[in-house]
């Protein structure tokens, strides 16, 4: 099976843009997660998504936002781009159920955002 | 809140030294817990996982059980290679949440 697939893997953009990035999951899982991995902060979660909709949140403001497709495949956006959103951005995907389940998440090689 | 704690790095072993990376955790109820691997300019990947209290999670080598009674889950590998040189985090996670949550990460680096 295809890993977690992420697009794309480099990006540089300047302040106050806006990005989107795109993450296909593993076949099969309909749980897709999004999360920020800085040198300060470390891994933070960002959002999570099944079925088209969002669970849970993570504390990021609302210029952050996602969606899901009815492919599984997720996207996320961020809006007035700041210097201290360059980060890596990291997709997962888990085999989740409706009613949830601790099942491991298998994460993608990630999105490296340079904001200038 | 739920936090996981791990041991400042970074961690220098000659090869074939025995490793101890210490994990520590706060949380309200029995979470899961995690390992994952990071290599220089990759993703994270999953090294092992436990669920309950007393389960010991393996894999190449590397091992971690779950003490509830010292909320622990220290990874062990018997003697690292060079090729083990990477990030190690510890996560856990809750039944009723969909997110893990992560410690600082600790570098390990192998010297031949």
């Known amino acids: 099976k295809a890993g977690v697939t992420q697009t794309p893997r480099y990006l540089i953009k300047t302040r106050g843009q806006q990005v989107t990035l795109s993450c296909s999951p593993i076949?099969?899982?309909?749980?897709v997660s999004w999360y920020q991995q800085t040198p300060g902060q470390g891994l933070q979660f960002l959002f999570e998504?099944?079925?088209?909709?969002?669970?849970n949140k993570g504390n990021f403001p609302g210029r952050f936002s996602g969606r899901q497709f009815s492919n599984s495949r997720s996207e996320m956006n961020v809006s007035t781009l700041e210097l201290g959103d360059s980060a890596l951005y990291l997709c997962a995907s888990s085999l989740e159920t409706v009613t949830g389940g601790a099942y491991e998440q298998y994460f993608g090689p990630g999105t490296r955002l340079t904001v200038t | 809140g739920n936090s996981v704690t791990q041991m400042e790095g970074p961690v220098t072993l000659s090869e074939e030294a025995f490793l101890t990376i210490n994990c520590t955790y706060t949380a309200t109820g029995y979470p899961s817990l995690f390992w994952y691997v990071q290599y220089p300019g990759e993703g994270l990947q999953l090294l092992l996982k436990a669920t309950k209290a007393d389960d010991k999670g393996s894999n190449k080598g590397f091992e971690a059980t779950y003490r509830k009674e010292t909320t622990s889950f220290h990874l062990e590998k018997g003697s690292v290679q060079v090729s083990d040189s990477a990030v190690y985090f510890c996560a856990l996670r809750m039944d009723s949440s969909y997110k893990l949550i992560f410690g600082s990460g600790t570098r390990l680096l192998v010297r031949p």
């Open positions: 076949s099969g899982h309909r749980s």
């Open positions: 998504y099944f079925s088209e909709t969002q669970r």
